[in-house]
Structure formats: structure tokens, C-alpha cells
């Protein structure tokens, strides 16, 4: 009979035989995942694109044509106020009250 140490040597030969076979076929499957990876002609990175860190700057000539701009539309947006009418006298007043009145006798007049 065998003992117990021999079987396991067996044991742990056998599971080492079956470890690197497994290895060889992962390494197998790297390899082709990488070359499926691989593009067929490597593209060329776009360029970045340069920013001026100030921002555009306007020369004064042009700040001030916009102002003037801006200044224009304002102006055409305003309404013009109206005229405050002038206080009306106490003898307007009375006149206007005399004629509403006269008007009103006459409307009842008629009814």
C-alpha cells in the first residue's frame, strides 16, 4: 500500500502538471487578446488645440465703437416720456362740472 505522503506528492505533481498547462493556455489567450487589441495602423493624436490665456483683446478703437453701438440701442429702445399736463384751474373745474351736469339732465331728460 501506498502512505499518505507518497499519495499526496502524486497529488501535488498531477495539480502542477494541470497549473501549467492552464498557464501555457492563458498565456495563449493574452497573446491573441492583444493582437485583436492592436490597431491595424496607429492613428496620429489630434493636435491640442492652443488657447491664449489672456483671451481675445479688443483694441480700444473697437471697445469704443461697441459702446457706442450698445449706446445707439438703448436710446432707440427708450419710449419717450410723456408730457405732464399742466393743473387744471378751479374755473376749468367748475366749467367741465357744469357741462358733465347739463349733460346728465339731458340724458335723464330723454329717458
Not at 32 to 60: C, D, H, V
Amino acid at each position: 500500500m501506498v502512505d499518505r505522503k507518497e499519495l499526496l506528492t502524486l497529488a501535488l505533481l498531477g495539480l502542477e502538471a494541470q497549473q501549467g498547462r492552464i498557464m501555457d493556455k492563458i498565456a495563449d489567450v493574452r497573446r491573441e487578446l492583444s493582437q485583436l487589441a492592436k490597431p491595424a495602423a496607429p492613428t496620429p493624436k489630434p493636435r491640442p488645440i492652443k488657447k491664449n490665456k489672456r483671451g481675445r483683446k479688443w483694441t480700444p478703437e473697437q471697445r469704443k465703437a461697441a459702446a457706442e453701438r450698445m449706446r445707439q440701442m438703448n436710446i432707440a429702445r427708450k419710449k419717450p416720456v410723456p408730457k405732464k399736463r399742466k393743473p387744471m384751474s378751479a374755473a376749468r373745474k367748475k366749467i367741465l362740472s357744469q357741462k358733465a351736469k347739463a349733460r346728465w339732465a339731458a340724458k335723464k331728460a330723454k329717458q
